[in-house]
């Protein structure tokens, strides 16, 4: 993962409204929200175009990056991946890891269809961060600690009212067009060039 050191230094916390996981610094001059889902394949080629991008430019504070995690695909699909693997990305933020977790889940993501972030599946790509894996992260993991953050987040998802599923984006607040454009989400120089463009109007 070309990103790996770039997100072992990024910071991580919770944003104000207590659901949403912030990536970056506050100082940073656009904020770019993503709506995503650990189990949906189009957010997995999203994360794999554009993660090394956003990963520098939250890094060089030219972005605030806000993650709200939704979890509908396990109404559709068999087993709970989505719960679990959400779950997870929650212990991992509580527990000092969650930008290069985050990333690995997607690049590690089973097929959709299929049913495989297992609990244990999910501490075996742990283990690839360092420092993360201990009893208390895998206690969160395996008794679901944050199963109600996870069905919190998730409302903040259906709240937020997004056009275009996941992945789907507000710049600044403002929802983005995807279907305008879709260069967003496989040019890495697009979405750059988009999201310096939105912070030099403010």
Same mark, same amino acid.
């Given at each position: ?5 770039? #997100? ?23 904020? #770019? ?12 080629? /999203? ?45 991992? #933020?509580?527990?000092?890891? /969650? ?37 208390? /992260? ?32 507000? #710049? ?31």
């Amino acid at each position: 993962m070309p990103q790996r050191q770039v #997100l072992l230094g990024l910071p991580a916390a919770l944003g104000r409204d207590g659901t949403a996981v912030e990536v970056g610094y506050r100082d940073a001059p656009a904020t #770019l929200t993503l709506f995503e889902d650990y189990r949906c394949s189009t957010t997995r080629g /999203f994360e794999t175009a554009q993660g090394a991008t956003l990963a520098d430019m939250a890094a060089r504070h030219q972005v605030l990056i806000r993650y709200v995690l939704e979890s509908s695909l396990d109404q559709r699909l068999p087993g709970p991946g989505a719960l679990l693997a959400t779950n997870a990305a929650r212990a991992a #933020l509580a527990h000092g890891g /969650f930008p290069l977790y985050h990333a690995l889940l997607f690049a590690n993501q089973p097929p959709e269809y299929s049913d495989g972030f297992t609990e244990e599946r999910l501490l075996e790509i742990a283990s690839a961060v360092p420092g993360l894996r201990g009893n208390a /992260f895998d206690g969160d993991v395996h008794s679901l600690a944050y199963r109600d953050w996870v069905a919190q987040a998730q409302q903040a998802y259906t709240n937020a009212g997004v056009h275009f599923g996941t992945p789907s984006m507000l #710049l600044n607040g403002s929802e983005v067009d995807l279907g305008t454009h879709p260069e967003l989400l496989t040019r890495p120089e697009a979405l750059q060039s988009f999201i310096r463009g939105a912070a030099e109007q403010d």
